[in-house]
Structure formats: C-alpha cells, structure tokens
C-alpha cells in the first residue's frame, strides 16, 4: 500500500509539474508588433511580386510622359529655303523662284484631339496599377502577420512538446527503478515507457512542423528569418 501510494504521489508530483510549466508558456510574449513591421518591411523589399507591380507603375508612368510628349507628332512644319535672285521661269511666267527662306506648319487634327485621350488613358492606367500595387501590400501584410503567428505558435508547441518529454523521462527513470527493485508492476512501467514514447514522436512532429512554418514565413522574407533584427 505504501508503495501505491508512493507511485501516485510521484505521478500527481510530475503531472502538477508539467501543468505548471504548461500554464507558463505563452506565445503573447513572443509576439512584437515593432518585429512583425520589420518582417513585412524585410517582405516588401525583397519579394519578387512586389518589384513586379513597381515595375508596372513605372511603366505606366512612362506612358503618361510619352502621351504628352507625342502631342509633337500632330505638328509638322516645313520649310524651303532659296539662295540666289529672284528669276521667272521661262515656260511659266506666272511661276517665280524667290530668295529666301519659306516657312510651314501644318496641324493633324485627327491625332492633335486623339492625344488627350491617350494621356487620359495612361493616367487611368496609372491608377490601376497603384490600386493593384496596394492590394497587392494589404494582402502581403496580412499574409506576413498569418505566417510569423504561425511559426511563434510552432515553436510554443515544440516547448511545450520539450517539457513534456522531459517530465516523461523523469517518470520513466522513476518507475524503471522500482520496477527493477520490484516495487512496480510491468504493467505500470510499460505504461510509462509507452507515455515517453508518444511524447518523443510529437516533439519530433512539433519539430518538423516549426522547420516548415519558418520556411513559409521565409518565403515571403526572400531572407533567413535569423538576419531580421
């Protein structure tokens, strides 16, 4: 009876533990406001997607530029110029050659009013583009804010994961002890060792679960989530 009671003191003993260090994780504390700017500052600038929409507002912005100046293309001016004295032509005595410079400027007025509706063409063009381009950095943000919660709350599981196989071990070394000294049943101890099994296999799966969460986020950062500070 005494070893009973023993065995259940030292299993309430390890199980008030690993509440206690259960109720003590948090991932609140993990969480910087100040840190997820940084990321999704680290995210704008190196993202491919974001150069890409940057690219497209540049481009329209060339066009605007290219709109107004195409306005020239509506004006042409001529000009003839005539060294020498003023002559008649023999077989046409109504034509004269005169000296000088003659000058001409000739409007299309098709394409002179065509142009303003181009450049207010461009100009919309322009605004899509920057709608989209700020679509795009809400939705980046957010996605950033979704991976980095994700990864914060993958490493608690992998602590409290940790603190689980170590209060396990405790409890194993425990009862391997009585169990050879004679003082617990196979059963009992089997039990345990089953117990610190299962709880080795969800570390290693609370591992490769915190590897993937970083490799998401890092995805986005276009760097090593270790080079943001």
């Known amino acids: 009876m005494k070893k009973k009671r023993g ?49 497209r507002i540049n481009i329209a912005k060339n066009a605007i530029t290219k709109s107004k100046f195409s306005l020239l293309e509506s004006v042409t001016v001529s000009y003839v110029y005539q060294p020498g004295t003023v002559t008649i032509d023999p077989v046409n005595p109504t034509t004269s050659y005169f000296k000088g410079l003659q000058a001409g400027v000739f409007l299309n007025l098709g394409t002179l009013f065509e142009k303003p509706f181009l450049t207010n063409q461009a100009k919309q063009e322009l605004a899509i583009a920057k709608t989209d381009q700020l679509d795009y950095l809400s939705g980046l943000r957010t996605e950033v804010k979704k991976r980095y919660y994700t990864y914060v709350l993958r490493l608690a599981e992998l602590k409290l994961q940790t603190t689980a196989v170590q209060t396990s071990e405790l409890a194993l070394k ?56």
């Open 7 to 55: 065995f259940l003191f030292l299993l309430f003993f390890n199980l008030l533990f690993t509440f206690k260090c259960y109720s003590q994780e948090t991932i609140i504390p993990e969480l910087s406001t100040n840190y997820v700017e940084k990321l999704i500052d680290t995210a704008i600038a190196n993202y491919p997607k974001v150069k890409a929409y940057q690219y």
């Open 174 to 229: 425990d009862i391997k002890y009585k169990f050879e000294k004679g003082e617990e049943t196979f059963d009992s101890y089997n039990k345990i060792q089953t117990d610190f099994t299962n709880h080795q296999t969800s570390k290693i799966e609370a591992e490769a679960n915190l590897y993937l969460a970083k490799a998401d986020l890092e995805e986005l950062l276009g760097t090593k989530l270790e080079n943001v500070k």
